[in-house]
């Protein structure tokens, strides 16, 4: 009996590429970190968002060993769009992280942390008055500049408030590169950055450097995400450094700093396997050297900002099974508690995710089925094809590397409710996010 189990408990490990210091099976249950999938379930209710503090300290401090600490001088920003509540912007300030904020929403979030202005970096292609007045007025470390007039509205509202603000330039080095077009960003039609014609570019540049309100600090790129190859990088990185070059050479002013933005890939299924940070930053900074070296060039303190890689495998969500309709000749479908609601990224950009029964997670998967949500729309799936043990009512679905972009895009569709947040931790948990409640709505909706 007990060979057959670790036989079916290997089994799982053997298939399951997520962390396996973070999930093991005990008597046919699943654990995250030292806390069963079940009693979480049942404490907290379902769907229930679950994340390993350990795995995402791990990651932090990956990131610390292979690039800040191997390379001094550089800096690492969490993408704080991934995932953010005030007690992540604490454990990442905590991990030694800066923090990238994309609205006047998460730089108040991030703040409410206690994460410290000067250490975030402040993005956006449509960023309002009010939010750069915000960002100003918080001491925001770097805003980035990406509209065709931001640098306009910038140096207005500094002037007014009496602020000196330093800004990076966020740059299209048209190189294309992402898992689906909606996240590939770099190409040369996209919303974001600043086309790098000579025409459209230099001309911003020299108005940065003559205002008495804004300090030049460099350039920004970020391509797209879920990036599992260095080459992309390279590519935009020549093209960032060459304009570096053309801009002291022209106006005799180097830019101190370059960032190369996120991206890094994780483990959603077989054939994404999530790379250390060291593949993508050793080339990155023997590029930087070597360009800066041959062309007599003071070299750029090189910031990255991952957010996925960080917090994407350190996250689950748990899901009550409802519904089991075995259509015949046809496909099984195993709805869930939530759906799109909680997880549009399948609706949206076609991911899949692996998923286990977290009762049954000693028996060998042998069903291939479609995990779908509650909500009224046929595109509201999960996974396409998923392939679990015999899934029945009120089983407990855990559905892995759900820590990114889930919760943060989680809507009210079908007044849906937002699911808790619950941050393992050795044998404890916490709330980070109390479940919604109905009653909820009636505080904004009239
Ligand atoms: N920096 C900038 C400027 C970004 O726009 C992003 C992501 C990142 C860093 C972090 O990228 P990451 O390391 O997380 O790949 N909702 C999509 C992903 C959108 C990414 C948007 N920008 C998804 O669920 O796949």
């Given amino acids: 009996m007990q060979l057959l189990c670790y036989t079916v408990c290997m089994a799982f490990f053997t298939d399951n590429k997520?962390?396996?210091?973070?999930?093991?099976v005990r008597d046919g249950v699943l654990y995250i970190e030292g806390v069963s999938a079940l009693s979480l379930a049942e404490e907290y209710g379902t769907p229930l968002y679950v994340y390993s503090k350990r795995s995402i300290k791990?990651?932090?401090r990956e990131?610390?060993?292979?690039?800040?600490?191997?390379?001094?001088?550089?800096?690492?920003?969490?993408?704080a769009k991934a995932f953010l509540t005030p007690?992540?912007?604490?454990?990442?300030?905590?991990?030694g992280l800066m923090l990238d904020v994309v609205s006047g929403g998460e730089l108040f979030v991030a703040l409410a942390?206690?994460?410290?202005?000067?250490?975030?970096?402040f993005h956006g292609n449509n960023k309002t008055r009010e939010e750069l007045e915000y960002a100003l007025r918080s001491g925001v470390g770097r805003i980035v500049i990406d509209a065709l007039d931001e640098i306009d509205l910038l140096e207005e509202a500094a002037k007014r408030l009496g602020k000196v603000q330093k800004v990076l330039f966020r740059i299209t080095p048209e190189v294309k590169a992402g898992a689906h077009d909606h996240i590939t960003t770099g190409q040369r039609n996209s919303k974001f950055g600043i086309p790098m014609d000579g025409h459209i570019i230099f001309p911003?540049?020299?108005?940065?450097?003559?205002?008495?309100n804004i300090i030049l600090s460099g350039l920004h790129f970020h391509l797209g995400?879920?990036?599992?190859?260095?080459?992309p990088f390279l590519e935009a990185l020549g093209k960032a450094l060459d304009l570096v070059l053309a801009v002291r050479d022209r106006y005799g002013y180097t830019m101190p700093e370059l960032?190369?933005?996120?991206?890094?890939?994780?483990?959603?299924?077989?054939?994404?396997?999530?790379?250390p940070y060291s593949y993508f930053v050793d080339p990155i900074m023997k590029k930087v050297d070597e360009y800066c070296a041959s062309n007599d060039m003071a070299a750029p303190v090189v910031g990255i900002e991952p957010g996925r890689s960080v917090v994407g495998e350190a996250g689950v969500t748990l899901y009550r099974i409802g519904s089991v309709k075995k259509i015949p000749e046809g496909k099984t479908f195993v709805s869930v508690d939530g759906g799109i609601s909680d997880n549009i990224r399948h609706a949206l950009y076609d991911a899949e995710y692996e998923a286990v029964i977290a009762n049954k997670a000693g028996d060998l998967p042998s069903v291939r089925a479609v995990v779908c949500g509650k909500l009224c729309e046929e595109g509201d799936r999960i996974i396409s094809d998923a392939l679990i043990a015999e899934p029945e009512r009120a089983d407990v679905l855990c559905v892995f590397t759900t820590g990114a972009y889930c919760y943060s895009m989680a809507s009210n569709y079908n007044k849906m409710t937002k699911p808790a947040v619950v941050l393992v931790d050795g044998e404890a948990s916490e709330v980070l996010v109390k479940r919604q409640e109905y009653k909820d709505y009636l505080s904004t909706e009239r």
């Fill in 58 to 60: 791990d990651r932090c």
């Fill in 225 to 231: 995400s879920q990036l599992f190859e260095d080459a």
């Fill in 63 to 79: 990131i610390k060993e292979d690039f800040l600490d191997r390379y001094p001088g550089t800096e690492a920003s969490y993408a």
């Fill in 204 to 212: 911003l540049i020299e108005k940065s450097l003559k205002s008495e």
């Fill in 87 to 95: 007690a992540i912007a604490e454990l990442i300030d905590g991990e």
């Fill in 113 to 121: 942390g206690g994460f410290p202005a000067s250490k975030i970096k």
């Fill in 18 to 24: 997520n962390d396996k210091n973070i999930f093991s």
């Fill in 259 to 275: 960032n190369v933005g996120g991206g890094y890939g994780v483990h959603y299924v077989d054939g994404e396997e999530r790379k």
